[in-house]
């Protein structure tokens, strides 16, 4: 596997990595200070990934030059630059920075940004990356449902409050005590990237007692601990399949880049029929551009599993989005999906 435990011995961990998320994020900020100043010319495109089966889209993109052969179509000859970040508040950091033209977060960071920003920058969802569940995933025998975590507990999510993992088990928090409520588990959470908090799992660690996570992190941690098991079905907290992570811009880079913007999406619609026609061939991709040592045919395990379902248009998203306006997490309502997303025929069947 191509995880590794470092340095997560200690809760005091937790704060180091904190700090070292927000460092990431200034610099990168910097770096890109220049370029988000200068007029961004049409044929130049900087899109920001996270960790997981989940941006399998994206590594389909990125491995066979979808975006690149997209834009030829129309002419333009286009630079893709490729940024790997951990956590929705980073992601969305650097979105509003100019350091990044496309976001890849969960819906969660997406539904924030998008209040923050509503009426100024107006970032919207561009598209889904598709339907996945996400678990969450307990090595402690005691934890059976959400309602058991005590203040011993310690659970991973890549953003505290701010990712889609937040925001689900706000969601479900909710649902087991009351809107008044959905927050009682926040002070258990850690934000801890993907693969570290996989590692720790398979570890049995003492640094936590649960993650939520995405694919393939939480297969892995059900395959490498027996006393990891499942606690948590995000399904089942939204209501069946949804798009949990998505990709969103500001509505002026999508207003002054008309045709890369377009060769983008068309790349997403591509590589989306490529995994549908041969998963191998996708997850040998995800194994090359992520120089991952996943097992492969657990790999190709969960590309065939029915409830993942890698498409563009988003799904099933509604209900999250209110939820965080009912409890105040949002400012603006959406009324419906189209109010966070850009409105495009690639998309236009969501939900």
């Known amino acids: ?17 904190r700090a070292l998320a927000g460092l990431l994020t200034t610099t990168l900020a910097f770096t890109g200070l220049a370029g988000a100043n200068a007029a961004h010319a049409e044929g130049t495109i900087r899109i920001a990934e996270q960790f997981g089966v989940v941006y399998l889209l994206l590594n389909v993109a990125r491995d066979q030059h979808l975006i690149e052969q997209e834009g030829r179509k129309q002419g333009l000859d286009i630079k893709v630059d490729w940024v790997k970040l951990s956590g929705g508040a980073a992601v969305n950091d650097a979105l509003l920075s100019g350091s990044i033209d496309i ?16 009426g100024r920058q107006n970032v919207k969802g561009v598209a889904s990356l598709g339907n996945f569940p996400y678990y ?5 025998p005691n934890v059976k449902t959400i309602a058991d975590f005590t203040s011993k507990d310690r659970i991973a999510v890549p953003a505290v409050g701010v990712s889609v993992q937040s925001r689900v088990l706000q ?34 660690s003492s640094l936590i007692t649960g993650h939520f996570g995405n694919p393939p992190f939480q297969q892995q941690e059900l395959a490498g601990n027996p006393k990891a098991h499942i606690v948590l079905n995000s399904y089942d907290v939204l209501g ?9 811009a500001t509505e002026k880079y999508r207003n002054e880049n008309p045709k890369t913007y ?10 989306a029929r490529l995994i549908a026609a041969n ?6 991709i995800y194994i090359r551009v992520n120089d991952s040592k996943i097992d492969r045919a657990l790999l190709v395990k969960i590309l065939r599993d029915p409830q993942v379902q ?15 306006y009912r409890v105040g997490a949002i400012r603006n309502e959406p009324k419906s999906w189209r109010d966070y997303f850009f409105d495009d025929p690639a998309t236009a069947g969501g939900s």
């Open 1 to 17: 596997m191509s995880i590794s435990l470092r340095a997560i011995t200690s809760r005091a961990a937790a704060p180091a990595r």
């Open 103 to 118: 976001a890849g977060a969960g819906t969660g960071p997406l539904f924030t940004v998008w209040d923050r920003t509503h």
């Open 136 to 140: 969450l995933v307990s090595d402690n």
């Open 171 to 204: 969601y479900a928090a909710a649902k087991q005590w009351g809107d008044k409520q959905f927050d009682k588990l926040d002070s258990l959470t850690q934000a801890i990237p993907h693969p570290d908090a996989t590692a720790a799992i398979i570890a049995n």
């Open 240 to 248: 069946g399949p949804s798009s949990a992570t998505v990709l969103y």
């Open 262 to 271: 377009h060769a983008f999406v068309a790349a997403l619609a591509d590589a």
């Open 279 to 284: 998963p191998e061939q996708a997850a040998d």
């Open 310 to 324: 890698f498409k563009i248009a988003p799904q099933n998203t509604l209900g999250l989005a209110q939820f965080m």
